[in-house]
Each structure stands twice: as C-alpha cells, then as structure tokens.
C-alpha cells in the first residue's frame, strides 16, 4: 500500500506543476496575442486612433465619438433631390410616426 504521505506530497507537487504549466501558456499565449496586434495595428486592420492617444490626454465619450461620426458621414444631397410632392409625402409620413409613437407612449 503506497505511503499516505508520499501520495500527499505527490499530489501537491502535481498541483504545482499543474499552476506552473498553466502559467507559462498563459505567458506563450499573451506574447502570442501581442505580436498579433502588433502585426494588425501595422497593417491598418485594426483601427489604432485610440492606442495613439497621449496618456493622460483627454478621451472623448463613444457617445461624442458616434455623433462626430455621424454628422462627417451626414449627407443630406437626397434630401435636396426630392420633389415637393416627395417631400410633402415624406413630412406627412414623419408626422403619421411621430403621432403613433407619442400614442404608443401614453
């Protein structure tokens, strides 16, 4: 019959190896996750704005960020295309919307 004590020992020696090993791949797999970010920032697939940002500089809010990026993208040359019948329909439609959302809301 093995030695209780033999046992025990092994058996914290195997949890430590177990926490050895787990730390070294997870030491392998962070270096290994870097060197890929590394790799895509330089490709320009991953948008790197904010890794370029000075520390300690102010950031804007993703809120702020969204309605910056709205208004750039903002193009309103459809709008300016449509005919008065179009754009007489479209303000009825937006009104007939805003009518069943406020009745929606009560």
Do not use: C, Y
């Amino acid at each position: 019959m093995p030695d209780p004590a033999q046992t025990l020992a092994n058996l914290l020696l195997a949890g430590i190896g177990a926490a050895e090993t787990g730390l070294e791949q997870a030491s392998a797999l962070t270096d290994r996750l870097i060197r890929r970010g590394e790799a895509a920032l330089q490709r320009g697939g991953v948008p790197n704005e904010p890794l370029h940002r000075a520390p300690g500089a102010e950031t804007p809010s993703p809120r702020a960020e969204a309605e910056e990026a709205a208004d750039e993208k903002a193009d309103d040359s459809w709008l300016r295309a449509l005919s008065d019948a179009q754009l007489a329909f479209l303000a009825d439609a937006v009104a007939r919307e805003r009518a069943r959302r406020g009745a929606k809301e009560s």
